[in-house]
């Protein structure tokens, strides 16, 4: 029985524990999720909009309820957060107006860009879609945690790589599992 298996058993003999799989998680994808109320989301999820792609695919935020998702869009380009931001030195702290803030230095350019979010502090992902890219910058030490892949020709950025693995019908490779598994592999 694969994990995914075990898990699905466990919680549909256990339902209040529902809410807590994958926990504060995001998943920003070009894949059109529909399911939001079987596993692995369970309805505890909802979903956000950051915009579409060169190709006009459409690019979705899934996040868990207990996160926190924010957007704003201006002149084809949206640029949303998933987390919690501040500015220390302007002590801004409303998450749409530090988006507005951003979005106006990308429009300047792609250094005032990165000179504004290098002003931020807080526990965050970024994601820009200017429809020529997509752009995601973690907070400064990284402590929003963020994987990413291509699978089946659909983007996904997520803060839970088993949650790709699940969605996607993904195989751990052995290399991994073995890894894992091994003795020393939570001293790391």
């Known amino acids: 029985m694969s994990k995914k298996d075990e898990i699905k058993e466990i919680l549909d003999e256990y339902p209040q524990y529902r809410e807590a799989l994958f926990r504060r998680g995001f998943l920003i994808t ?4 529909q399911a939001l109320d079987s596993y692995p989301f369970y309805g505890h999820w909802n979903k956000g909009y950051c915009g579409r792609l060169k190709d006009d695919r459409e690019v979705n935020a899934y996040y868990h309820e207990l996160q ?10 949206d640029i949303s957060i998933i987390g919690h931001a501040y500015n220390p030195f302007d002590m801004k702290f409303q998450e749409e107006e530090l988006l507005r803030d951003c979005l106006q230095a990308y429009l300047n350019s792609e250094e005032s860009f990165f000179d504004k979010v290098s002003e931020l502090t807080g526990i965050y992902l970024l994601i820009v ?6 752009i995601v910058v973690q907070d400064c030490s990284g402590i929003k945690s963020c994987y990413f892949g291509i699978v089946k020709q659909n983007i996904y950025i997520t803060s839970h790589p088993q949650l790709v693995g699940d969605i996607c019908n993904l195989k751990t490779d052995p290399f991994v599992t073995r890894l894992v598994n091994s003795y020393c592999y939570n001293i790391g």
């Open 68 to 77: 926190d998702y924010y957007s704003v869009g201006e002149e084809g380009i």
């Open 30 to 33: 070009t894949e059109a999720i």
């Open 129 to 134: 879609n200017d429809r020529k890219r997509l």
